[in-house]
């Protein structure tokens, strides 16, 4: 079965930088688009950006440029964003979903998200 | 940037009960796709392609629309159904969801 596994809970300080991954498993791990999702406390949903791990081509929602960066390994079938430049609006729970495999832009799985807390 | 926007914000219904989400979108997108989120979890895709029901997704949902203007409807309010619907196009960049319609129950 289909599965992404965030890493933990991170508390950073203001202006420092953050790195968190997605593992996914029970799928071909360079067959799908990962797309990177932000809630903000009390918030709706943002969408941050897209790797495609076949290849390593990023797309990313103007809003993120130069907030994040999409990485990905193949051979570990993780995920990576790094965040930069933290404040504090930039704490949220972060989320990996995997795009569909058809043609359309919809996430069938997600991960279970991660907390980032930017306090000093 | 296409903005969708839900109503109602924020709803009770009594079990038993229809109920209909609407999500409008300010220009016209190919589908709508719907996710539900309970407190605490991660979202879940609920119906996709406007009308497809996700896997696990009871019979008594159902979406529909096209254009701007789509909406989610259960056919008998149950108590799991309590929780946070979101829409979200993909059909131009970048993607958005609406900012939620919360369902409680009665």
């Known amino acids: 079965q289909v599965q992404l596994q965030q890493s933990g809970t991170e508390l950073v300080k203001p202006a420092s930088s953050v790195k968190i991954s997605c593992k996914a498993s029970g799928y071909t791990f360079t067959s799908n688009y990962m797309h990177w999702i932000r809630q903000q406390p009390g918030n709706g949903l943002e969408w941050i950006g897209w790797?495609?791990?076949?290849?390593?081509?990023?797309k990313y929602n103007q809003k993120f440029d130069g907030k994040a960066t999409l990485t990905a390994d193949k051979s570990s079938s993780t995920a990576y964003m790094q965040l930069s430049s933290l404040t504090s609006e930039d704490s949220a729970v972060y989320f990996c979903a995997r795009r569909n495999s058809g043609y359309l832009y919809y996430f069938d799985y997600w991960g279970q998200g991660v907390m980032v807390t930017v306090s000093s | 940037e296409i903005v969708l926007t839900q109503s109602p914000t924020t709803m009770a219904a009594s079990p038993g009960e229809k109920v209909t989400l609407t999500c409008r979108a300010s220009?016209?997108?190919?589908?709508m796709h719907w996710y539900q989120q309970r407190s605490g979890t991660s979202p879940k895709l609920w119906i996709y392609?406007?009308?497809k029901l996700a896997s696990g997704v009871p019979n008594r949902f159902s979406g529909s629309g096209s254009g701007t203007s789509y909406s989610l409807t259960i056919n008998s309010m149950e108590t799991e159904d309590a929780a946070t619907y979101y829409c979200q196009q993909g059909s131009s960049y970048p993607f958005t969801f609406g900012s939620g319609t919360k369902l409680e129950i009665k």
């Open positions: 220009s016209s997108v190919s589908y």
């Open positions: 392609e406007t009308s």
């Open positions: 790797i495609y791990p076949g290849n390593g081509n990023t």
